[in-house]
C-alpha cells in the first residue's frame, strides 16, 4: 500500500528537530569512537544511527526526513570513521543506502500490531546495503570476489539492524502514546515556521 500521507512539506521547526537529533547522534559517534575498538564501534555506531533515524521517521512522519537526517550525520562525521567511511564516500554512500530506505517505506506501509515493518525492513534492506555500495564506490573488484570478509560484514550489519530497529520500534511503540509525545508530534507537525 502506498503511504502517500508521508508527501508533504518539511517545516523549518522539523529541519531544526532532524538536525539536533543528527548532532546528538553524531556526538556519540565521537565518544563511541575514542572509547571502543572497531567491532563494537561499529555495532553501538548503527545502533546510534538506526535509533536516530527512526526518532526522525516516527516523530516527523515525511518522505526525505530520514535522507535529511542521514546528510547532516555524514557531515558532521565528515572525517571520521566509525564505519569504515569517510569523506565525500561516506555522504555518497550514506544518501544511496537512505535512499532505498525512503522508497521502501513509502511503498509498504505494513503494520503489524504497532510494530513498523515497513521501517524495520527498510531499515534493515538500506544499512545492509550501505556497505555493498561502499565496495562499490571503493572498487568494484570486492563485489566480483564478494570476499568472506565483506560477507560477515553483511551479516553483522543486518543482524544489528535488524535488532536495532525492533527494540526500537517496541520502545517507540510504549512513548509514542504518551502525552509529551503526542503534545511534541503535534508542535512539529503543526503551521507555521
Known amino acids: 500500500m502506498f503511504a502517500i500521507e508521508l508527501i508533504q512539506g518539511i517545516k523549518i521547526k522539523q ?9 546528538i547522534t553524531s556526538l556519540f559517534f565521537y565518544l563511541a ?9 561499529l555495532i553501538i555506531s548503527l545502533f546510534f544511527l538506526v ?7 516516527d516523530m516527523l ?3 526525505g526526513i530520514a535522507t535529511i537526517f542521514m546528510f547532516f550525520v555524514a557531515m558532521f562525521t565528515f572525517n571520521l570513521a566509525e564505519l569504515g567511511l569517510f569523506n565525500w564516500n561516506k555522504v555518497i554512500t550514506y544518501v544511496i543506502a537512505i535512499i532505498i530506505f525512503e522508497v521502501i517505506h513509502l511503498i ?4 503489524l ?3 513498523h515493518l515497513d521501517i524495520i525492513i527498510g531499515t534493515t534492506i538500506s544499512f545492509t546495503s550501505m556497505f555493498l555500495v561502499s565496495a562499490m564506490l571503493l572498487s568494484q573488484t570486492v563485489l566480483l570476489v564478494f570476499s568472506s570478509e565483506l560477507i ?11 535488532v536495532s530497529s525492533t527494540i526500537f520500534a517496541l520502545i517507540w511503540g510504549k512513548l509514542s502514546t504518551t502525552k509529551k509525545i503526542i503534545k511534541f508530534e503535534a508542535y ?3 503551521f507555521g515556521r
Open 188 to 190: 512539529l507537525a503543526s
Open 108 to 111: 509498504f506501509k505494513i503494520e
Open 51 to 57: 535509533a536516530g533515524m527512526n526518532i526522525c521517521v
Open 61 to 63: 512522519k515525511r518522505f
Open 152 to 162: 560477515n560484514l553483511l551479516i553483522l550489519t543486518f543482524s544489528t539492524s535488524i
Open 33 to 41: 569512537d575514542y572509547y571502543l575498538p572497531p567491532t563494537p564501534l
Open 113 to 115: 500490531s504497532s510494530l
Open 15 to 23: 529541519l531544526f528537530f532532524t538536525l539536533f537529533v543528527a548532532a
